[in-house]
């Protein structure tokens, strides 16, 4: 049987590395046929040289030549803005470990091909849901929670077949804007701050003092 093919995006870090230390443990079940990243050029190259991968893509081109002159021969380095969408759709998996709205282009690639997505990138969901959620019914398309409790509560659903039983889950924040702060310091008025950085279009959430659209 052929090893499953990954793309890991966002390779350089946390979750990319962790996704690379199983890879690199299971040999003959994974493939990485492509690797990504914003800029991180020394890990970038290392990870290359490891995995022999088919492509390399960079988000900051002015890094491409950096990246290109470390990669092994025969691999192809792809750099600009659409370099990670386009590495998506290479792999029969690809782990999107982008930080940030720059993970979206890549969910929405992923999906479309009908490809397998492991999902750490949660801004796609905070920024574009309805549309993850349209794109995510490609025939073939995949979405999987990859990323601490997400991951969690979805392996607890699907090992006691209890989905459609339960009505609502509500999740603990463990980091974010709030991090570090006492209890008693973040209050009902602060609510609109944890989504600030990210409200970028009409599925972004909002404070509690802003109106929605009619």
Same mark, same amino acid.
Do not use: Y
């Given at each position: 049987?052929?090893?499953?093919?990954?793309?890991?995006?966002?390779?350089?870090?946390?979750?990319?590395?962790?996704?690379?230390?199983?890879?690199?443990?299971?040999?003959?079940?994974?493939?990485?046929?492509?690797?990504?990243?914003?800029?991180?050029?020394?890990?970038?190259?290392?990870?290359?040289?490891?995995?022999?991968?088919?492509?390399?893509?960079?988000?900051?081109?002015?890094?491409?030549?950096?990246?290109?002159?470390?990669?092994?021969?025969?691999?192809?380095?792809?750099?600009?803005?659409?370099?990670?969408?386009?590495?998506?759709?290479?792999?029969?998996?690809?782990?999107?470990?982008?930080?940030?709205?720059?993970?979206?282009?890549?969910?929405?690639?992923?999906?479309?091909?009908?490809? @397998?997505?492991?999902?750490?990138?949660?801004?796609?969901? &905070?920024?574009? *849901? $309805?549309?993850?959620? %349209?794109?995510?019914? #490609? =025939?073939?398309?995949?979405?999987?929670?990859?990323?601490?409790?997400?991951?969690?509560?979805?392996?607890?659903?699907?090992?006691?077949?209890?989905?459609?039983?339960?009505?609502?889950?509500?999740?603990?924040?463990?980091?974010?804007?709030?991090?570090?702060?006492?209890?008693?310091?973040?209050? @009902?008025?602060?609510?609109?701050?944890?989504?600030?950085? &990210?409200?970028? *279009? $009409?599925?972004?959430? %909002?404070?509690?003092? #802003? =109106?929605?659209?009619?």
């Amino acid at each position: 049987m052929s090893p499953t093919s990954v793309a890991v995006l966002g390779s350089t870090g946390s979750i990319g590395t962790q996704t690379l230390e199983v890879v690199a443990d299971r040999p003959d079940d994974f493939d990485v046929v492509a690797l990504g990243a914003a800029r991180s050029v020394d890990l970038l190259v290392e990870q290359a040289c490891t995995f022999r991968p088919d492509l390399v893509a960079v988000a900051d081109p002015s890094v491409a030549a950096d990246v290109a002159s470390g990669v092994p021969d025969g691999t192809e380095v792809l750099a600009g803005p659409d370099a990670l969408a386009e590495a998506a759709v290479l792999a029969d998996v690809t782990i999107n470990g982008v930080v940030g709205f720059a993970g979206l282009p890549v969910t929405l690639a992923t999906l479309a091909a009908g490809r @397998r997505l492991g999902l750490a990138n949660k801004e796609s969901l &905070i920024a574009a *849901g $309805p549309v993850v959620q %349209r794109v995510r019914t #490609t =025939p073939g398309a995949e979405l999987l929670p990859v990323d601490s409790e997400h991951c969690a509560i979805h392996q607890c659903l699907r090992a006691n077949d209890v989905d459609e039983r339960v009505a609502r889950i509500v999740l603990t924040a463990s980091g974010g804007p709030f991090r570090g702060r006492p209890g008693r310091r973040t209050g @009902r008025r602060d609510r609109g701050r944890g989504f600030g950085p &990210i409200r970028r *279009g $009409p599925w972004a959430p %909002r404070s509690p003092s #802003t =109106p929605r659209p009619s």
